[in-house]
């Protein structure tokens, strides 16, 4: 049925609930994942009135540690999958449109099927916080499985 997963993680609650089962699921239809975190970019710098850029080393050095966090996260995440026998891969973006990564990384490592949490939220929440969740599902061509 399902044969690789992308499962996007940031490190919160969330988070060790999608792992956790995407890992039960992975072992029980013996499928492979693919675990996914987005870092944010530098903000744009405004002086003023005119955005003033950064030097290579600001640049490089958010790079190197967007990539350590990024580490950290898929490395748990990897270690958790390989104990439960889960072959396991993980990407990692810097970009500030989350969503669009999402869809486009579960396309890019040919997945199946993404496997996220949500808060559920509702109403005046929704409107104000947004939600990941309900944006990659308008935007995916691939299935996506939503835990609450």
């Known amino acids: 049925m399902y044969e690789h997963l992308l499962v996007p993680v940031d490190g ?7 792992m956790d089962h ?20 530098l903000p744009v710098m405004v002086v003023e009135t005119a955005a003033v850029a950064y030097d290579v080393e600001t640049f490089q050095e958010h790079e190197r540690r967007c990539e350590e966090h990024a580490r950290e996260l898929l490395g748990g995440f990897a270690e958790q999958a390989r104990h439960a ?3 396991f891969d993980g990407q990692f973006v810097i970009t500030d449109n989350v969503e669009q990564a999402i869809v486009d990384a579960a396309q890019e490592h040919g997945c199946d099927l993404i496997v996220m949490a949500t808060h559920g939220r509702h109403g005046l929440d929704a409107l104000i916080h947004g939600s990941l969740t309900k944006s990659v599902l308008a935007h995916s061509e691939v299935p996506l499985l939503v835990l609450h």
């Open 12 to 18: 919160g609650d969330l988070s060790q609930k999608s």
């Open 22 to 41: 995407a890992i039960g699921l992975a072992k029980m239809l013996g499928a492979r994942i693919t675990g996914f975190t987005a870092e944010p970019p």
């Open 85 to 87: 026998g889960v072959e």
